[in-house]
């Protein structure tokens, strides 16, 4: 087990519930925190117990819930990609774990004031952790840094710019990158190298533990209802790829950038616009030769996105994880 303390920010959603399933074997996951997204907050908050009892951790992780719907937006939820429950496919009962009394805004604040190198793991909108931020701003010095699955270095998902946790709730997003923690960003660019195939779900299947069987479910439903027109055989679980980012470093090649998200563009909203240019070569802001002296790695290097993922190292990761869960 990693001494790597996290909080789990999320909104399952099949991709969440792989990221959770990787975060309590590898991780020490203080909590798990839901916000609206794929699904309303009840069905999140819910889906999360289902997951932590499909992998026999309901007992010592705690589920809070947190906002429902975004600081200024209204709520947007993607039942065509997770179901009517958020979390379609499985086979689970309904859980018998409650959801923890208390606010998951106060339980993270609460818990990074009180608890040295926190990190923020969010694989859903960002909602909660600027609700924390803008609850308790000196939460901002003490939390290590906030690893997230969303936005993108190209395209996005939900409009061409914007992939779906930064659209849902921009306000929330641009507020996280402009907190001055660095932000890891396990952005669509990176995640849609990920894509689970039925050879995949074959050797879920095949490893025959509870928690892969439960893998192998959620899979083959999210391959039929993600249906990538240009891959239709793949699933990518993108929020998988953010918590092997915190658990294998190497897995991830990135690089430092500054990212920032536009709120007001017509066409534009919620995309995250990230200066690559620093690494592109000349352009007209930069001095080859004093940026080499200098060091100088761009503007104010808020976070470092994820650009290349060590395919078959995830793919390994996620075997022995299910395999590890009896
Ligand atoms: O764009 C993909 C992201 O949106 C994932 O986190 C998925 O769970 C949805 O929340
Ligand atoms: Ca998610």
Redesign the pocket.
Known sequence: MSTKRVILDC?P?H??AFAIMLAVQHLDVLGITGVG??SPLGNVTRNALTVLEAIGHADDVPVYAGCSRPMVAELVT?PMFHGKSGLDGHHRPAPTHEVQRGHAVDFIVDTVMGTDDVTLLA??PLTNVAEALNREPRIADRISEICI?GGSVTFG?WTPAA???ILVDPEAAARVFNSGIHVKMTG?NLTRQCGFTSETVRRFREIGTQASEFAADLTEFFTSAGRRLDDPTVACM??ACAAAWLIGPTLIRSAPMHIDVELSGKLTRGMTVCDYRHLCGPHPECDIERDAQTGYKGDDPNAEAALELDYDGYLKLVYDTLARYQ
């Open positions: 909104d959603g991709d969440d997204g794929n993607a694989t859903g699955m998902n992939e779906f946790n669509l993108h929020d």
